[in-house]
């Protein structure tokens, strides 16, 4: 996600760009640019780093001009650049232009208008639409806006401005949201509410497939075929610091509704109907995968989770042994690491201390290291041979819940892939991985539409000082991830077992102050025992609360109260089942008058030992 804003108006525009920005910080951070138009040209700043230390670099309010765009950018094309940075401008420096999306086709259009004696100075997918859009232009910016925009697949939220049209400014919408503010002789595109919500309360929302055309008095909508479109003008009552967090409560709470928006930006680009491809840039080629004989997976906290649900993914599709590794633990012990021993580093922020000491003290015995990784160009990226990119977006949120569903929707992806190319997995199972994958969004967001049953069911437990969080199988982790959650935002103590280990002693604490939290999905492997263990806590006067499948009869019987989820493949049940306890656990910390953004004595990424 990237944070886009743009002004055209009576006032100096960038000191309204450089506050509207700082606003969608949250949205992305890796490097910020401005462009304004002043005595007819366009002037161009940008550079690497958060906003603040870029703006103490160049100084945007000293930047002239009534019209303008500026950009916050968290790369998924090209490294974290001075020159991937955006603004891009056209060869002539005469059109500029500020994009958030990904455009699929970028390498097609970049030889085609190569041919015409366009040349780069970036490696972004941006950078092509301005040289197209300078292409097609023969005068009217509009018309060749629209001209370009045709000839692009993928997804895009755009700002245009040119010193050839130096009182206008072109907005365009397809996929990644962008906003059109209505002032008073003044106009402003954004990316969020947040960047303009001090200056106008009157909103336009551009709809895929639309462009609107700015001036300081003026508005227009059009369709790619050039149609005029009207629109309604819709008025926001959200406070700023409410709509930073899009009108949620707090970062947790929308991040958690995020997924699977996340989930489907983590896979586009990487699956079609039949075939999954990691290669892109990632270097993580057949011959790499035919040379892994064993794989060890380091990370902490909720990525380690995300290790144990991986274990179980790779042995059961790519036949690999995996051991899965505190990396706290392993960076302290002198492993065996043989030819063929790929290191799997899991990491949100790409920072954490002793997951990048333990990809280090691997590598200097001659492992290779893959990492899964959330920010792009973050230390971990940096020393790894391969890099998968989720496409979570900035985690704000303390408790990580968007990065640890798309961390197993690329472990997933990655085990799928090599036990397709190690002969495991043939051509139609592929087809039927990817084709349950993709009922994954619509999955999650039906559970988020029924909120209000976890909402409940919390302020039922809002005085219980402990909590067992029990599961079996591949959702054994996901009950270390639920009693994670629900410790660190509501400060309960709780923990995660494996099912089956509950007679082995934490059975003596049952009682009816200890609720049970127990992953009990349909499947033919362990469903009947978690059963068994279900009654022997009901034996001990224990309250059970079940996550159970949608429509499972036989489960009502047994517990006290139930979570349903939708039912998928037992190997996917994990990015399923999670999220009732991360909503679980952020309401429980609501109604006990904790802000689950910023929990005590946690920080976002633990970058010391
Ligand atoms: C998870 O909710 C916590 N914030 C914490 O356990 C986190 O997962 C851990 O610190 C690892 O962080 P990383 O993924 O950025 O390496």
């Not at 015409?116 to 018309?143: M, P, Q, R």
């Not at 699956?271 to 902490?300: P, Q, Y």
């Not at 049953?453 to 302020?459: E, F, P």
């Amino acid at each position: 996600m990237c944070g886009i804003v743009g002004y055209v108006g009576e006032k100096e525009a960038a000191p309204l760009l450089v506050e509207g920005l700082k606003k969608l910080e949250y949205r992305g951070y890796d490097s910020a640019g401005m462009a304004t138009i002043s005595e007819k040209k366009v002037l161009i700043e940008k550079d690497v780093g958060k906003i603040e230390e870029v703006d103490k670099k160049v100084n945007f309010k000293s930047m002239k001009g009534k019209i303008g765009l500026a950009h916050s950018r968290w790369a998924t094309h090209g490294d974290v650049t001075k020159e991937n940075a955006h603004p891009h401008t056209s060869m002539k420096e005469d059109i500029s232009i500020v994009h958030n999306g990904i455009i699929e086709n970028f390498a097609d259009i970049k030889k085609k208008v190569g041919k015409e004696g366009h040349t780069f100075s970036s490696d972004t997918d941006t950078e092509a639409i301005v040289h197209l859009i300078a292409a097609h232009h023969e005068g009217n910016l509009k018309e060749a806006v629209l001209k370009a925009l045709n000839e692009l697949e993928g997804a895009y939220a755009l700002g245009i401005i040119s010193s050839k049209e130096p009182h206008t400014l072109i907005a365009a919408r397809n996929e990644s949201p962008l906003i059109i503010g209505v002032g008073e002789g003044e106009n402003f595109i954004a990316s969020d509410v947040p960047a303009i919500l001090e200056h106008t309360k009157k909103i336009i929302y551009l709809d895929n497939g639309e462009i609107g055309v700015l001036t300081k008095d003026n508005v227009d909508i059009f369709d790619l075929e050039g149609n005029k479109v009207e629109k309604k003008i819709h008025t926001i009552e959200w406070t700023v610091e409410k709509a930073e967090k899009g009108g949620f409560d707090h970062f947790m709470l929308k991040e958690i509704f995020e997924q699977p928006s996340v989930i489907s930006e983590t896979v586009e680009g990487r699956i079609s109907e039949d075939s999954i491809d990691l290669n892109g840039k990632t270097g993580f080629t057949s011959e790499e995968m035919k040379r892994i004989k064993r794989i060890i997976i380091v990370a902490c906290g909720t990525s380690w989770h995300a290790g144990l649900v991986g274990e179980f993914m790779i042995e059961e599709l790519a036949k690999i042994p995996v051991e899965v590794e505190y990396a706290s633990e392993f960076r302290y012990r002198d492993p065996i690491v043989e030819k063929g021993t790929l290191i799997i580093a899991i990491s949100q922020s790409g920072e954490t201390a002793d997951t990048l000491a333990a990809i280090r003290h691997a590598k200097k015995k001659g492992a290779k290291i893959l990492s899964i990784v959330n920010v792009k160009g973050s230390s971990i990226a940096r020393e790894s041979d391969i890099v998968l990119y989720t496409k979570a977006g900035p985690e704000i949120g303390v408790a990580s819940t968007k990065a640890f569903t798309t961390q197993l929707i690329m472990l997933y992806l990655m085990t799928v892939e090599i036990g397709h190319v190690l002969g495991h997995t043939n051509d139609q199972q592929v087809k039927n991985r990817i084709r349950d994958l993709r009922l994954l969004p619509l999955q999650i967001q039906s559970m988020l539409d029924e909120r209000k049953n976890v909402h409940t069911l919390a302020k039922k437990f809002i005085e219980k000082a402990h909590a067992l969080y029990l599961g079996r199988g591949i959702n054994f982790p996901i009950a270390l991830e639920g009693a994670l959650k629900l410790k660190e935002v509501s400060y309960v103590h709780a923990e995660g077992y494996p099912a089956a280990e509950m007679k082995h002693g934490p059975i003596a604490l049952i009682d009816k102050n200890m609720p049970v939290v127990v992953i009990a999905t349909k499947d033919d492997r362990t469903y009947k025992k978690v059963l068994s263990n279900i009654q022997e806590v009901k034996a001990r006067g224990g309250i059970v609360i079940a996550i159970a499948s949608k429509g499972d009869r036989d489960i009502k019987k047994c517990v006290d109260y139930i979570l349903p989820v939708p039912q998928n493949s037992y190997i996917l049940t994990p990015l399923l089942a999670v999220v009732p306890l991360q909503l679980f656990a952020y309401y429980v910390a609501v109604l006990r008058k904790h802000d689950p953004d910023k929990p005590k004595n946690l920080a976002k990424s633990v970058t010391v030992e």
